[in-house]
């Protein structure tokens, strides 16, 4: 199966900050990579998906980069409300196995 | 409005079952898949597997195959989620979310339900 590796698993920002978060394919995907934020006791919500096509309403400060088995997202100019997790996942062997990344938790500085 | 609603949190104690919901509404219910996805509690997203919504194919993810079972009832637009014999490990929120197709390939969960929080204690 394939796995997908987050990193980090946390970081610290502050409002203002470019973050990027790495999202490693145990195997090439193409670019059949999504992303996914996560705010403490809700539902996951779509970021971005096909590795960098921005889900309709979610703010130009997000990107997503990559392809294969290498992925990034970025968050430019760090809002409050970016405070969260992010998850990336892999649709490459859809709908069969429809794996996720550990996340990467956005913490406050 | 398209949305994925949930049944009510549950407190179950070891060895008894259980069944959740969820219920589809504003879409067409038979032309999707629904996920299933487990979060322990403070720890990341586990799939569970998938089933079609007219209840025709299933797939399990390696980790659950055996452990729970999926169905549904394409008359009242709802997924289920089974437990035949709960344990404690099985303490988690559950999340059902529907898998759609973007730029004719790009296979996301878009709809998400609310949650289920299942909590097993002795």
């Known amino acids: 199966d394939i796995q997908l590796t987050q990193s980090p698993s946390s970081l610290s920002a502050s409002v203002g900050d470019r973050v990027t978060i790495s999202c490693r394919a145990s195997?090439?995907?193409?670019?059949?990579l999504n992303w996914y934020q996560q705010k403490s006791g809700k539902a996951p919500k779509l970021l971005i998906y096909?590795?960098?096509t921005l889900q309709s309403g979610v703010p130009s400060r997000f990107s997503g980069t990559g392809s294969g088995t290498d992925f990034t997202l970025t968050i430019n100019s760090l809002q409050p409300e970016d405070f969260a997790t992010y998850y990336c996942q892999q649709s490459f062997t859809t709908p069969q196995v429809l794996t996720f990344g550990g996340g990467t938790k956005v913490e406050i500085k | 409005e398209e949305q994925l609603v949930q049944s009510g949190g549950e407190v179950k104690k070891p060895g008894e079952s259980l069944k959740i919901s969820c219920k589809a509404s504003?879409?067409?219910?038979?032309?999707?898949?629904i996920g299933w996805v487990r979060q322990k509690p403070g720890k990341g997203l586990e799939w569970m597997g998938i089933i079609y919504g007219d209840d025709s194919e299933i797939t399990y993810s390696p980790s659950f195959q055996g452990q729970v079972t999926f169905s549904a009832d394409k008359s009242i637009t709802t997924a289920y989620l089974h437990w035949g014999s709960l344990k404690v490990s099985d303490t988690a929120m559950y999340f059902c979310?529907?898998?759609?197709?973007?730029?004719?390939?790009?296979?996301?969960?878009?709809?998400w339900g609310q949650g289920t929080l299942v909590t097993v204690s002795s």
């Open positions: 195997q090439s995907i193409n670019n059949y």
């Open positions: 504003g879409y067409r219910f038979t032309s999707y898949w």
């Open positions: 096909a590795a960098f």
């Open positions: 979310a529907r898998l759609a197709t973007f730029n004719g390939r790009t296979e996301v969960f878009d709809l």
